[in-house]
Structures are given as C-alpha cells and as structure tokens.
C-alpha cells in the first residue's frame, strides 16, 4: 500500500482532474446546473452527456475494481453497508436535491470553484461544512472510517454479485 507523500501526490492529480473535469464540462458554472434542472423551463440537456460520460466509465471501472482484494492506495473498501431506505436517507436526499436545484451546486463543483474567490461559492461551501458539523452534533456520529487497516480481510464483493 502506498502511503505518505506518494499518497498525497496521487490524490493531488486525482483531484486536480476532478477539478478540470468539473471545470471543462460545465459542473462549476451554476446557471447551467440549474438550466438542466430546470426541465420545466429553459432547459438544458448537455449535462447529461456528462453524466453519461461518468457511467460509461464508472460502470465497468466500480466491476473491475472491486475485483481486487484491495485497492491500490488504501488497506481496504470503504463501501456502504445500509441496504434498506431509512427516513434519514429520505430526508437528507430530498434536501440535497433541493439545495442543488436552488443554487446550482453541489459538494464537488463547490469545493473545486473555491478557487474562483467568488463570495456565492465561498459561502455555500461554508454553509455546507457547518451544515455537515450541525448533522454531527445533532446525531452524535463520528465521521466514517475511509479505509481499512493494512490486515483486513479480502474484499467480500470480490465474488463479481456486486453492482
């Protein structure tokens, strides 16, 4: 398993092609995440291409990954568990849903247009972290773990009955 600074490199250009994909297809600019919400309106169907895009190599990529006893720069899958849809689940989709529809944005194209500076996306992304801090207090829970240590067991879903 990689770690320290090789690890940090590689999550620094994952991240920064996140952000150049976010940036080049139009994921950063909210009038034109709210023109494609906007199905009633003036809509604007070209993120769908987007999203499309992100399936076609998502898909099969989740398959083969998922393979592995591992992945390659952690000791484990951090997959969910929860099978069943709980109000908790409900209620925090639908205010996601909301709040993207009612400013154009969501966790990733915020947190990638923070360099813009701009005071909108400033104080969304502040609103979103005191927001995921407000549901910590209130709930009692602890940020989930992100990986495994370096012994956990071998990938369960690695049978291929995944996705």
């Given at each position: 398993m990689?770690?320290?600074?090789?690890r940090?490199?590689?999550?620094?250009?994952?991240?920064l092609i996140?952000g150049l994909?976010?940036a080049?297809?139009?994921?950063?600019?909210?009038a034109?995440?709210i023109?494609?919400?906007?199905?009633?309106?003036?809509?604007?169907p070209?993120?769908i291409?987007?999203?499309?895009?992100?399936l076609l190599?998502t898909i099969?990529?989740?398959r083969?990954i998922l393979?592995?006893?591992?992945?390659v720069l952690?000791?484990g899958f951090?997959?969910?568990?929860?099978?069943?849809?709980d109000?908790p689940?409900?209620?925090?989709?639908?205010?996601?849903?909301?709040?993207?529809g009612?400013?154009g944005f969501?966790?990733?194209?915020?947190?990638?247009?923070?360099g813009?500076?701009?005071p909108?996306v400033?104080g969304f992304?502040?609103a979103?972290?005191?927001?995921?801090?407000l549901?910590?207090?209130?709930?009692g829970?602890?940020p989930a773990?992100t990986?495994?240590?370096?012994?956990?067991?071998p990938?369960?879903?690695a049978s291929?009955?995944?996705l």
């Amino acid at each position: 398993m990689m770690s320290g600074p090789p690890r940090t490199l590689a999550a620094l250009v994952c991240g920064l092609i996140f952000g150049l994909g976010l940036a080049v297809s139009g994921m950063m600019n909210p009038a034109k995440v709210i023109g494609f919400l906007d199905v009633a309106g003036d809509w604007d169907p070209t993120l769908i291409f987007v999203m499309g895009g992100a399936l076609l190599v998502t898909i099969p990529a989740y398959r083969v990954i998922l393979a592995r006893r591992r992945p390659v720069l952690a000791g484990g899958f951090s997959l969910p568990t929860k099978k069943n849809l709980d109000a908790p689940l409900i209620v925090g989709s639908a205010l996601f849903g909301i709040g993207w529809g009612l400013v154009g944005f969501c966790p990733g194209p915020a947190v990638a247009a923070i360099g813009t500076g701009f005071p909108a996306v400033l104080g969304f992304v502040a609103a979103m972290i005191a927001g995921m801090a407000l549901h910590s207090w209130v709930s009692g829970e602890r940020p989930a773990r992100t990986s495994s240590p370096p012994d956990a067991a071998p990938n369960p879903r690695a049978s291929g009955t995944g996705l």
